[in-house]
């Protein structure tokens, strides 16, 4: 069991499950499993030496034994002096499959985004671990590199790119970098790439950064909810020319109130001089968000591939890292032949819901098959939704479309929020496609670009195979014919069919269950020795079909004489439910979440003077029944 790779918790519980009195086997430890793994050389492959740095030395030795196929670009342990620009004591490894390189050069082209980031957990040295991560077609991540690294400073990450832009035999031109808010990165980034077309922070990191301090606020929780909320309103706007504006008047108004002059100081030298960076109305178009897609291929690794415990040894961590890789790559090439349903997809779904209950009469041509706007109910504002001239795929139709409307997300753009910054079909673009129809047989992808891609695709999907050598040989297509019989087919009502099959079925599993215990009779007598295996197997069996019985019965199909009414209700099944009294909600003015679009408003209006201001301390009652709740701020201070 040990050698199949089975846990050692399971196979402790499987032998001390087994034996009905008290032997020695109720005293197996981890520690003795282990002993038992070393003394017959028992490993899944990962420990290779003792030494963990021979064990890793070795795993390297026989990757590049591999030639072409090997996966290591770059390798400089502790001690070599091969590196001019890293100490004698520095550490790196940089790790790129064939599979990585072409599906670098096939999604990291100008306008796509590329995201870099480091983490650390993954071994007992400090080293952490930066990958260089791309997004496919289908909106979801693909690491094309991956660096081990007992620092994570300007040179090292220079190094690793260098080595990525050999592998690769081409510069990342036109890019768009996600980065966390250092410069480290953007700074490598140029030195070997050349400057982004954009460089963004994610706007999670922007945010947590946000909240971390907002104790330099000198309030109460309702004044640093207040605070939190009018920039996170400022972050959001999408006018370009009301975003500066505001925030003018947000850094004036702040500076003046002694509560919070030190965060306005914090925020005017760390984010409003860098407004470019992560304010929404500078990324409208570019499709891109967060860089969250690095953030869950980091816990995958972590919580997934190392079980979510401290991995002390690199080499561990090393086989982690290649299981995850071997992943990927299958993922990808089942996106390839199969097709994945993914949450960008579901998201197109219940967008194209969300229009069905729009008004149609929102939807007002502009330019025929070119230009729509779309009112907002209520408002004389609205969105304006134009069709792209040409298509960044040579496909009819991107993995991200929606069949009813039968378009892709680069089709038309919207200058709302949910078409300028994720990928996906904004419900105004839905509502544009289902009432108006335009003609989008114009719009073409580049036809310069077909053999280009289509070899790229081809190289991925085969050196996916070949990114270790534990991967298995792919199963080919298999296509299966079912004969059919021809003959007069004779015609029965629903309920009458229904009937005759259950009941062949149940004559035919009785059938079976009577040969299986007769077969199982059999081996007994001619095996006694596997009886207290067999007589716990059958307990298991047993309990299973006292739990069967005991469940309510489910209702049977009614026959046409026995008609039941037809709003008899079905039985309940039986169920487990919480009864657990939910906590109280906290008032929304004081917990540090994302303003509503009321809240969004006020704010926003606030900071033009245009709003009643009222103090808690000047009020007269506890009640005020005169000034509408609609009109006032109720906080002290309004930024």
């Not at 408003?601 to 709003?611: F, S, V």
Request: aromatic letters at 6%; hydrophobic letters at 35%; one cysteine or more.
């Amino acid at each position: 069991m040990l050698a199949a790779g089975i846990p050692m918790d399971d196979v402790i519980d499987q032998l001390q499950a087994k034996e009905t009195k008290l032997t020695c086997l109720h005293f197996l430890t981890k520690s003795d499993l282990k002993n038992i793994m070393r003394d017959f050389k028992i490993n899944k492959g990962d420990i290779q030496y003792n030494n963990d740095a021979d064990s890793v030395a070795a795993w390297i030795i026989r990757d590049r034994d591999k030639g072409e196929e090997s996966i290591v670009r770059y390798s400089k342990f502790q001690g070599d002096t091969a590196e001019e620009r890293l100490n004698e004591n520095d550490f790196m490894l940089v790790i790129m499959s064939p599979a990585q390189v072409a599906g670098l050069r096939l999604f990291g082209r100008r306008g796509k985004e590329v995201a870099l980031d480091s983490t650390h957990g993954t071994n007992a040295y400090d080293f952490q671990l930066t990958t260089l991560l791309v997004i496919d077609e289908h909106g979801e991540g693909f690491p094309a590199a991956f660096c081990y690294s007992n620092r994570v400073d300007e040179t090292a990450i220079t190094i690793f790119l260098e080595k990525c832009r050999e592998a690769l035999g081409q510069r990342i031109l036109g890019a768009v970098l996600m980065t966390d808010d250092t410069e480290v990165y953007y700074n490598a980034w140029c030195n070997v790439m050349g400057p982004p077309a954009h460089r963004l922070l994610c706007t999670w990191h922007v945010d947590r950064a946000w909240r971390r301090n907002l104790a330099k606020v000198r309030g109460d929780k309702a004044l640093q909810a207040t605070v939190y909320k009018t920039i996170r309103a400022l972050m959001e706007l999408t006018d370009a020319t009301v975003f500066d504006k505001k925030l003018g008047s947000f850094l004036a108004t702040a500076k003046n109130d002694g509560k919070t002059a030190d965060f306005a100081k914090y925020f005017e030298n760390e984010y409003a001089t860098r407004a470019d960076l992560w304010a929404f109305s500078r990324r409208l178009g570019l499709r891109v968000h967060h860089n969250m897609h690095l953030e869950a291929l980091h816990r995958v690794l972590k919580h997934v591939h190392m079980h979510g415990r401290k991995v002390k040894r690199l080499d561990k961590s090393l086989f982690a890292l290649t299981t995850l890789m071997r992943r990927k790559m299958y993922d990808r090439i089942i996106k390839i032949y199969k097709g994945k349903w993914t949450k960008h997809l579901s998201g197109i779904r219940t967008r194209h819901k969300r229009s069905t209950c729009m008004d149609v009469g929102l939807v007002k041509c502009i330019n025929p098959n070119k230009m729509y706007s779309v009112g907002i109910t209520g408002s004389s504002a609205g969105y304006l939704v134009e069709a792209r001239d040409q298509l960044p795929h040579c496909e009819r139709l991107c993995p991200l479309h929606c069949s009813e409307c039968n378009v892709c997300i680069h089709y038309f753009s919207c200058n709302c929020l949910d078409s300028g910054l994720r990928n996906t079909i904004c419900k105004h673009v839905h509502l544009v496609m289902r009432t108006s129809a335009p003609d989008i047989s114009t719009i073409v992808g580049p036809e310069e670009n077909i053999a280009e891609v289509g070899e790229v695709v081809a190289a991925q999907v085969t050196l996916d195979y070949d990114i270790d050598s534990y991967a298995e040989t792919p199963v080919h297509d298999i296509e299966e014919t079912v004969p059919c019989t021809a003959g007069p087919m004779q015609v029965l009502s629903g309920s009458t069919a229904i009937i005759g099959m259950s009941s062949k079925q149940q004559q035919t599993s009785l059938s079976l269950a009577q040969e299986h215990c007769n077969s199982i009779m059999a081996e007994l007598y001619l095996h006694p020795e596997i009886a207290p295996t067999m007589c716990n197997e059958l307990q298991g069996l047993r309990a299973l079909c006292s739990a069967s019985n005991a469940q309510p019965q489910m209702p049977t199909v009614a026959t046409e004489i026995e008609r039941e009414p037809a709003n008899k209700l079905a039985v309940r099944q039986r169920q487990f439910m919480s009864t657990k009294q939910k906590p109280k909600k906290r008032k929304p003015e004081l917990t540090l979440c994302k303003p509503s679009t009321v809240e969004k408003k006020l704010l926003l209006d606030a900071l033009d003077g245009t709003i009643e201001v009222i103090s808690r301390n000047n009020r007269d009652t506890d009640h005020d029944y005169d000034v509408c709740t609609s009109q006032i701020v109720d906080f002290e201070h309004s930024y």
